[in-house]
């Protein structure tokens, strides 16, 4: 991993602001990547997307009153250390405080790259805490990124998450399919595949990332029946364009990755100068809608800060709504009428056979 600036220094000319911001990172937030996201730097242009991504300047030293340390509110949905519970009936298992970069726009950087690594007996109460609490089917490893682990310590959590007969799915958050597309090897690919249904949810920023290297990464993936999904931040000069977007998008559905969520950046201590304005987010997503395939429209949200979840946002196709009919404006603009249907009750009686004895889903026994 490449940490200092003297290192960096091989791959790009670096600016007096980057400089700066390699010099203050210490007491700001980590500085760390991989020899090959370096290899993707355009040498001379400062404003690359890779070099935006991953080398501080000195605006992230500006700290908005409004930012936070904890930005979606974790650490007051967390009833062990190892565990986020924001959700009914999904958690968050941190099971690692590394990454193989340090994105300046991590919205966990109060916990990545410091020196406190969760210990044995705090990932077993995490395990524990999913064990004894029913309501959770569905388990996201996260951290720092759970790939960086070695594969037979990643199996073994698998094997123990896989063991609990509530947990019906797991979902692994990793960015190394970007930065380090080696680390997805044969032996990986058969440790995960053992363990289905998995899915894995990377972040692919711009297209830039999308190399030769990284596309083979995903697929043998997904050619182990491993479904990938990709969530990208929107980010000021990164990817805040039609363009930039657009080709984002198709070039994942290219390499069969999924695009998932698009994410307005996050109120994190040292970002304002890489969020982009809610009104700029949701006219660049209306410019995707409609003019891209369906499938590689990604979902725009905003985890609400203080812990309050994602809130979808984007444009609004219904200019009014009656009993009668709805009026929708397509994504050219054009107004159409649709009738609405002249029966209202959508009761499913067959509910009562099927799910009979079924608890409902808020009534689910466990912890909130």
């Given at each position: 991993m490449l940490t200092t600036a003297d290192e960096l220094a091989r791959y790009v000319v670096l600016t007096a602001d980057e400089r700066a911001g390699l010099a203050a990172s210490a007491r700001l937030f980590r500085f760390g990547l991989t020899p090959y996201y370096a290899s993707l730097m355009d040498r001379d242009h400062a404003s690359c997307p890779i070099r935006l991504q991953a080398i501080p300047r000195v605006d992230e030293t500006n700290v908005r009153a409004e930012e936070l340390?904890?930005?979606?509110?974790?650490?007051?949905?967390?009833?062990?250390?190892?565990?986020?519970?924001?959700?009914?009936?999904?958690?968050?298992?941190?099971?690692?405080?590394?990454?193989?970069?340090?994105?300046?726009?991590?919205?966990?950087?109060?916990l990545v790259g410091g020196d406190d690594p969760p210990t044995t007996a705090e990932l077993d109460a995490g395990i524990d805490y999913i064990a004894r609490t029913k309501r959770v089917r569905d388990v996201l490893l996260s951290g720092g990124d759970p790939l960086l682990l070695a594969t037979g310590k990643l199996a073994a959590i698998l094997a123990r998450l896989r063991?609990?007969?509530?947990?019906?799915?797991?979902?692994?958050?990793?960015?190394?399919?970007?930065?380090?597309?080696?680390?997805?090897?044969?032996?990986?690919?058969?440790?995960?595949?053992?363990?289905?249904?998995?899915?894995?949810?990377?972040?692919?920023?711009?297209?830039?990332?999308?190399?030769?290297?990284?596309?083979?990464?995903?697929?043998?993936?997904?050619?182990?029946?491993?479904?990938?999904?990709?969530?990208?931040?929107l980010l000021r000069g990164v990817n805040s364009s039609v363009k930039s977007l657009r080709a984002l998008m198709r070039g994942l559905l290219r390499a069969r990755v999924r695009p998932y969520y698009l994410f307005q950046g996050d109120t994190v201590i040292g970002t304002d100068h890489l969020r982009t304005p809610v009104e700029t987010a949701i006219e660049l997503h209306r410019a995707l809608r409609g003019w891209i395939n369906g499938m590689a429209v990604p979902h725009l949200v905003l985890d609400a800060p203080g812990?309050?979840?994602?809130?979808?946002?984007?444009?609004?196709?219904?200019?009014?709504?009656?009993?009668?009919?709805?009026?929708?404006?397509?994504?050219?603009?054009?107004?159409?009428?649709?009738?609405?249907?002249?029966?209202?009750?959508?009761?499913?009686?067959?509910?009562?056979?099927?799910?009979?004895?079924?608890?409902?889903?808020?009534?689910?026994?466990?912890?909130?």
């Open positions: 340390r904890d930005p979606l509110g974790e650490d007051t949905h967390a009833p062990v250390k190892t565990i986020v519970h924001k959700y009914p009936d999904r958690v968050l298992l941190l099971v690692v405080d590394r990454c193989a970069i340090y994105c300046r726009h991590c919205n966990r950087r109060r063991a609990i007969p509530h947990v019906e799915t797991i979902r692994i958050g990793t960015r190394l399919p970007v930065v380090c597309p080696m680390r997805v090897d044969a032996e990986l690919v058969a440790a995960l595949r053992a363990h289905h249904p998995l899915f894995v949810n990377t972040h692919f920023n711009h297209v830039k990332e999308l190399t030769p290297e990284a596309r083979a990464a995903c697929e043998r993936l997904v050619d182990a029946g491993i479904p990938v999904g990709n969530q990208a931040v812990g309050g979840g994602k809130v979808p946002l984007g444009a609004s196709y219904l200019e009014s709504l009656d009993d009668s009919e709805a009026i929708v404006r397509t994504y050219r603009g054009t107004r159409v009428t649709y009738p609405q249907p002249r029966a209202r009750d959508c009761a499913v009686p067959y509910d009562d056979v099927w799910f009979a004895g079924e608890p409902d889903d808020d009534d689910r026994e466990g912890g909130a």
